[in-house]
């Protein structure tokens, strides 16, 4: 395998091991305190409160997958969606706003999962993830 090739795998399994674990936690918080109040910001918007329970693919399911590579570029687009709805329905107001403590912007951490999720989507695994084997 060319050093070029090995290391643009390397790249694309760090890109996935962090936006994966980032996700999990995001899950497994939903997990544990539940999804109730994302389907009351659902239905005050006329959406259905069942849509709220799409987090736990997006955020449990979806970065397991992204981390082992498997149907990665699928799962990285769920993510993506989920973060682009959850920046349109909860974090819509803090768009165009600077974080006061320490500055950043008001949607980084989300922006950065979401820019992350699309480039992954676009570029696929890469060739170490389960299911492959190493070359000799």
Do not use: C
Request: proline letters at 4%; charged letters at 10%; zero cysteines.
């Amino acid at each position: 395998m060319p050093a070029a090739t090995s290391r643009h795998d390397v790249g694309l399994l760090l890109l996935r091991l962090g936006l994966g674990m980032v996700l999990l936690f995001h899950g497994a918080f939903k997990l544990t305190h539940g999804v109730g109040w994302i389907e009351d910001i659902l239905t005050g918007l006329g959406l259905p409160a069942a849509l709220a329970y799409g987090t736990y693919v997006a955020e449990l399911l979806a970065p397991v997958l992204v981390i082992l590579g498997v149907r990665a570029r699928l799962a990285a687009l769920v993510i993506a969606v989920d973060m682009g709805a959850a920046i349109a329905l909860v974090l819509r107001p803090r768009i165009f706003s600077i974080n006061q403590g320490g500055g950043g912007w008001g949607i980084e951490l989300e922006a950065l999962i979401l820019v992350a999720a699309l480039a992954l989507s676009l570029t696929g695994p890469g060739g170490i993830r389960v299911g492959t084997r190493a070359s000799s």
